[in-house]
């Protein structure tokens, strides 16, 4: 079976507290960058065989190298510069992420994360999962707003310089022998919400044409994608240590989210705030949709009845073979990681693999 697979997850696990102790004191100056990447290392070896352990067919990194499931990617793009966040906030926390703005024109003037996805390869025995913010990470949180007119007087100009780069870096990430690649990608979730809506007006957009325009910059972006590569997106509404931006169903983003050129769609229904699942029936024929039915919020582990009967349920407007089990989210997609345990994470993560296998009798 090709991904994504009937038990599969979002990408970001929870750090070990070495890890977390190892990037603080390489941050303050006083850990060589050679121990911290051997402590990363003895991480990422460890939670790939505690995943496949668990009878995941994916298995990912964790996303261990990174502070940000997103910024340490876009900032790596030329053109990129990191500022303090002055749009939606995360509820519950003081703290927030900084915001990727665009200062100059964007370029991908050199492999960005291809020997993260490398070492990952070399230590997995099952597929090897690797995760980048979509594209349309580098607009939504600042808008026009936060794209230089000077860079940009043009915004058609961002989008293929932005589809551009991407291409560079797929095409990169492919030579690094990576076929299983995962867009992670807020906004579509983030436009169901009227508050984020009218924030993208105040940023000079209009939020009824952000979603079509997202999508084709995705579909620019694979555009002569390596054959047997699988790509899939997963969107949600916020994870900042187990806080949220966004709620609201994906009614007014569902067509044109499933436009884009992917081979599957993670989708985040944990609860009431991702409203029903009547907009899956847009989901074009011979694509995946992994339901995200297992929260990653909390460390409450869901019944297996609670989760077949959702499956139910959103098989009324998918046929079941289309159907996928994941998390909703993943449990730490910043480095300060959700208000739940390790066990707990793991519990999740065996709960999804227990309930597909019941569902589709494989995963």
């Keep these: 079976m090709k991904p994504p697979f009937r038990a599969d997850q979002v990408g970001s696990l ?3 507290p070495s890890l977390a102790e190892a ?3 390489w941050k303050a100056g006083a850990l060589p960058a050679a121990e911290l990447k051997r402590t990363e290392d003895a991480a990422i070896r460890e939670a790939v065989a505690r995943q496949e352990s668990i009878g995941l067919r994916a298995v990912t990194d964790g996303e261990f190298r990174r502070d940000w499931w997103h910024l340490d990617f876009l900032g790596a793009l030329e053109g990129v510069t990191l500022k303090e966040n002055a749009g939606p906030k995360f509820g519950g926390t ?3 992420p900084p915001i990727a703005t665009v200062t100059g024109r964007i370029r991908c003037d050199g492999p960005i994360m291809a020997e993260h996805f490398s070492f990952l390869k070399s230590v997995a025995k099952a597929t090897p999962k690797f995760t980048i913010p979509s594209p349309s990470m580098l607009h939504l949180r600042g808008g026009r707003n936060a794209i230089s007119r000077d860079a940009y007087p043009d915004l058609d100009a961002f989008w293929d310089d932005v589809a551009a780069a991407y291409r560079k ?5 492919a030579g690094a022998g990576c076929t299983y690649l995962q867009l992670d990608d807020v906004s579509f979730a983030y436009l169901c919400d009227p508050k984020v809506r009218e924030g993208c007006r105040r940023n000079g957009d209009d939020p009824d044409l952000l979603p079509r325009r997202y999508a084709g910059t995705i579909n620019a972006a694979l555009r002569g994608r390596p054959a047997g590569m699988t790509v899939t997106m997963h969107t949600c509404r916020g994870n900042f240590k187990s806080a949220w931006v966004a709620e609201g169903g994906y009614d007014p983003v569902a067509e044109a989210m499933f436009s884009a050129d992917v081979d599957g769609f993670f989708m985040e229904f944990d609860s ?9 029936q847009a989901l074009p024929a011979g694509k995946r949709v992994v339901l995200g039915l297992v929260t990653t919020k909390v460390g409450e582990l869901e019944s297996k009845d609670a989760l077949l009967q959702r499956i139910r349920e959103a098989a009324k407007f998918v046929p079941l073979e289309n159907l996928c089990l994941s998390p909703q989210c993943g449990f730490s997609s ?8 390790p066990d707990d994470q793991w519990r999740k993560l065996e709960r999804v693999v227990e309930v597909a296998r019941e569902v589709w009798g494989d995963n």
Excluded at 169 to 173: K, P, Q, T, V
Excluded at 272 to 280: D, V
């Design 334 to 341: 910043t480095h300060h990681g959700n208000a739940l345990s």
């Design 169 to 173: 870096a797929i095409a990169r990430l």
């Design 23 to 25: 990037r603080r004191r």
């Design 272 to 280: 009431a705030r991702a409203g029903g699942f009547g907009p899956l």
């Design 14 to 16: 929870l750090r070990p």
């Design 94 to 96: 003081e703290e927030q």
